[in-house]
T-cell receptor
Framework: LAKTTQPISMDSYEGQEVNITCSHN???????ITWYQQFPSQGPRFIIQ???TKVTNEVASLFIPADRKSSTLSLPRVSLSDTAVYYC??????????FGTGTRLQVFP | KAGVTQTPRYLIKTRGQQVTLSCSPI?????VSWYQQTPGQGLQFLFE???????NKGNFPGRFSGRQFSNSRSEMNVSTLELGDSALYLC???????????????FGPGTRLTVT
């Protein structure tokens, strides 16, 4: 399974766009990139998943460059409720999710 | 559609005892996975069941076991509890398939186990 590296923490203010980058240099051809969000004392929640280029849903966008060795989760106009830990996961044909340390995002008013 | 439910939500046990946690997946989901989350080790995969068979197992001792029933409900058992087993135990369900990561996993609220 590809190892992922992401910043331990990030700070932002309400209304700003937040970009969290994840490095996955040894990503395999068939690997998908998935992001989860977790609030304290709750289970992680799926945010977005992609394979290449750009994926957008009602919550976030995921940018994946052509070499796929990194990906960027973009959260537009964050609010206080976006304060959470964000996990980047990479894998395929696996029946288990391997979580890294995640990025702790703190949004200030 | 009802989400993943876990019971009990909170549990306090004594060292040496055993515990059974229960998970009911989303209707139609055949895959159930279990995770342990602690401040020190983060989120760690325990095992995954699909159609009553354990398909994958993480690096946990044999004291941790599980099973899945024909209705996809799953139980996790921890025997001879240790202080270090205190954690949030999360269950997740998914539709599953050949490419598991193309199906999102839905997590339950977890069971907070405290071992004293």
């Amino acid at each position: 399974l590809a190892k992922t590296t992401q910043p331990i923490s990030m700070d932002s203010y309400e209304g700003q766009e937040v970009n969290i980058t994840c490095s996955h240099n040894n990503i395999a051809t068939n690997d998908y990139i998935t992001w989860y969000q977790q609030f304290p004392s709750q289970g992680p929640r799926f945010i977005i998943q992609g394979y290449k280029t750009k994926v957008t849903n009602e919550v976030a966008s995921l940018f994946i460059p052509a070499d796929r060795k990194s990906s960027t989760l973009s959260l537009p106009r964050v609010s206080l409720s976006d304060t959470a830990v964000y996990y980047c996961l990479v894998g395929t044909n696996t029946d288990k999710l391997i979580f890294g340390t995640g990025t702790r995002l703190q949004v200030f008013p | 559609k009802a989400g993943v439910t876990q019971t009990p939500r909170y549990l306090i046990k004594t060292r040496g005892q055993q515990v059974t946690l229960s998970c009911s997946p989303i209707s139609g989901h055949r895959s159930v996975s279990w995770y342990q989350q602690t401040p020190g080790q983060g989120l760690q995969f325990l095992f995954e069941y699909f159609s009553e068979t354990q398909r994958n197992k993480g690096n946990f001792p044999g004291r941790f076991s599980g099973r899945q029933f024909s209705n996809s409900r799953s139980e996790m058992n921890v025997s001879t509890l240790e202080l270090g087993d205190s954690a949030l135990y999360l269950c997740a369900s998914s539709l599953a398939g050949d490419r598991i990561n193309s199906y999102e996993q839905y997590f339950g609220p977890g069971t907070r186990l405290t071992v004293t």
